[in-house]
């Protein structure tokens, strides 16, 4: 049962998620949770300590042993393997190709949700970002958003992003690898990327970032509205 207001934002690959549930975050005066980054920390673990991306419980035991934390402090905030702060490290490649295979095993996921039903105990008014937010771990959340975009918009603005960061990327290398992370993400049995029931469909392709920025506000402000539960935000009004 969440005490809180919780705002799920789920959906496909590369349609601008963490940067739009930060600055909504922001806006409306939560705190955000980017669920990928922690699926991400999982990889790394297992790119640095060896660990083969199918070996389930291998990937169990160095959770077990490593402490995968969100450090609020920061705005947004980052995630930490113990005190070091991997939120570079797990944009890498070497972390992207293997995280879809990672985020499908059991022993992962089931991890990863408990952490994440712990945290919006102790972040109660929380804007959360991921695949299953509002289908799996989450799913009485106030506020469920299912955020889209066509296919090439979603490689084009992936790709802009990588090249901004300094990295050679071309629109149909990023076009290819973003719709075989979606097939993988909503084929698993585990938390398979799925539209929730009941969530806000907001289609970002045609939309500028203050635009879905915006539409992402006034969606929050009416669900809260519609449903009695009260954000608090000031920003909603
Ligand atoms: O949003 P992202 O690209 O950082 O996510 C990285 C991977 O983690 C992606 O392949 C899907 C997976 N993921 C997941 O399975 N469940 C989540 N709640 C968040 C991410």
């Not at 199918?54 to 959770?63: K, N, P, Q, T, Y």
């Not at 879809?100 to 059991?106: C, D, G, L, T």
Request: net charge negative; hydrophobic share 45%.
């Amino acid at each position: 049962m969440i005490r809180g207001v919780v705002v799920t934002i789920d959906g496909p690959a590369g349609t601008g998620k963490s940067s739009a549930a930060a600055a909504l975050a922001l806006r409306i005066g939560f705190e955000m949770l980017d669920t990928g980054a922690m699926y991400r920390a999982v990889a790394l673990l297992a790119v640095e300590h060896g660990v083969d991306p199918s070996d389930e419980f291998g990937l169990a035991r160095i959770m077990d042993r490593a402490a995968i934390v969100v450090d609020f402090t920061s705005r947004p905030p980052v995630v930490r393997i113990g005190d070091r702060d991997v939120s570079r490290e797990v944009r890498s490649a070497a972390v992207t190709t293997i995280v879809s295979q990672i985020a499908s095993h059991h022993e992962v996921r089931s991890r990863l949700v408990q952490a994440q039903r712990m945290l919006a105990e102790t972040h109660p008014r929380l804007v959360t970002e991921g695949r299953d937010q509002g289908t799996i771990v989450f799913p009485d959340a106030a506020v469920r958003v299912w955020l889209d975009a066509r296919a090439e918009v979603r490689a084009r603005r992936r790709a802009d992003e990588l090249r901004a960061r300094g990295i050679e990327a071309n629109d149909a290398d990023v076009l290819r690898e973003i719709l075989a992370r979606d097939d993988s993400d909503r084929g698993r049995s585990e938390g398979p990327l799925a539209q929730p029931a009941g969530a806000v469909v907001v289609d970002t392709s045609d939309m500028s970032f203050d635009q879905v920025v915006d539409a992402l506000v006034r969606v929050v402000a009416d669900r809260t509205r519609e449903t009695g539960a009260d954000c608090h935000c000031g920003g909603c009004a």
